[in-house]
């Protein structure tokens, strides 16, 4: 295995309540990355991150907030879940200086 | 803003036979990869094959290979003697080289290959 866990693999939650994803990576990569899958949209990006405590949007950024506190975590918290976050979660990590990006295997998030 | 485009959302191949998918991107820098990325229905994202932008010389891994035209931004994807096991998704995406921390994997929307017995 490539040393990245997503949890949970599927979760079924409310509109309005908050949900957190977690990306676990045991690599000790500087890069992380989340990204939505949708179809007909492929993947887009919705935050990263270049190191502890440093992260910055990307283009499907509102509505999601990041935070990473250690190296190995980058969690995604979407505050307050609506239908249209029903989408395939994808975390990718990366070393510095390498330009090959690993993927999680995806969390299915369902908003009902 | 970089930008890659899959004009094709479905193709098809007999198995054995050869089949090209099709990915042409945008951008304005000039050192930056190009990936394929294969999702079949477990989901997982399996990178097939990448390319530098720098280098000339088209990248190959075993029955897989690209043709990278720079000057005209296409990135096609061969896949020879097709089998039963590469019906997937197949996802071309980008990734500039900039300094800084602001790289970041660019996709296009993806080509449903299926493979017919």
């Known amino acids: 295995d490539a040393g990245i866990t997503q949890s949970p693999r599927h979760k079924v939650t409310e509109t309005g309540t908050p949900v957190t994803l977690r990306c676990h990576q045991t690599?000790?990569?500087?890069?992380m990355y989340w990204y939505r899958q949708d179809p007909g949209h492929g993947l887009r990006l919705i935050h990263y991150?270049?190191?502890?405590?440093?992260?910055d949007k990307g283009e499907v950024s509102d509505g999601y907030s990041v935070s990473r506190s250690k190296t190995e975590d980058f969690l995604l918290t979407l505050e307050s879940a609506t239908s249209s976050q029903t989408s395939v979660y994808f975390c990718a990590i990366r070393p510095a200086g390498v330009y090959g990006y690993t993927f999680g295997s995806g969390t299915r998030l369902t908003v009902v | 803003a970089q930008t890659v485009t899959q004009s094709q959302p479905e193709m098809s191949v007999q198995e054995a036979e050869t089949v090209t998918l099709s990915c042409t991107y945008d951008?304005?820098?000039?050192?930056?990869?190009l990936f394929w990325y294969k999702q079949p229905p477990s989901r997982q994202m399996i990178l097939v094959i990448r390319?530098?932008?720098?280098?000339?010389q088209n990248a190959t891994e075993n029955r897989f290979s690209v043709n990278f035209q720079k000057a005209a931004k296409s990135f096609s994807l061969k896949i020879s003697d097709s089998q039963l096991g590469d019906a997937a998704m197949y996802f071309c995406?980008?990734?500039?080289?900039?300094?800084?921390?602001?790289?970041?994997?660019?996709f296009g929307k993806g080509t449903k290959l299926t493979v017919n017995p």
């Open positions: 995406a980008y990734s500039h080289t900039a300094q800084g921390g602001s790289e970041k994997l660019v």
């Open positions: 390319q530098e932008a720098y280098k000339q």
């Open positions: 951008t304005s820098e000039s050192d930056y990869y």
């Open positions: 991150s270049y190191g502890v405590k440093d992260t």
């Open positions: 690599e000790n990569h500087r890069y």
